[in-house]
Each structure stands twice: as C-alpha cells, then as structure tokens.
C-alpha cells in the first residue's frame, strides 16, 4: 500500500471548510452563487 494520502492532511480543514461554505452557499442562493466557491473548492482539492 502506498504510505501517502491521496489528499495531504494539511488540506482537510480548508476542503472542508470551502466545501461546507460552498454547499451552504449552493442551498440558499443558487448554483449562480456558489459556482466560483466549487471552483475553488476544486482547485484547492487539485493541490
């Protein structure tokens, strides 16, 4: 088994974080609201 995480836990708290925003955001105003926080969601994800 490969002894690294797919996503460093240093990221956790922040995908978290963005994602719970980002689905607050999403269920309250909309996909034309919350569409730049998935994408930065994304992007933080990527790296």
Known sequence: MYP???????????LVVIGVVA??????????WSWPL???FFFTLQF
Not at 4 to 14: F, S, V
Not at 23 to 32: L, N, S, T
């Open 4 to 14: 690294h995480p797919i996503i460093a836990k240093e990221g956790w708290l922040y």
């Open 23 to 32: 689905f607050i955001v999403h269920r309250y105003a909309g996909f034309f």
């Open 38 to 40: 998935w994408l930065f």
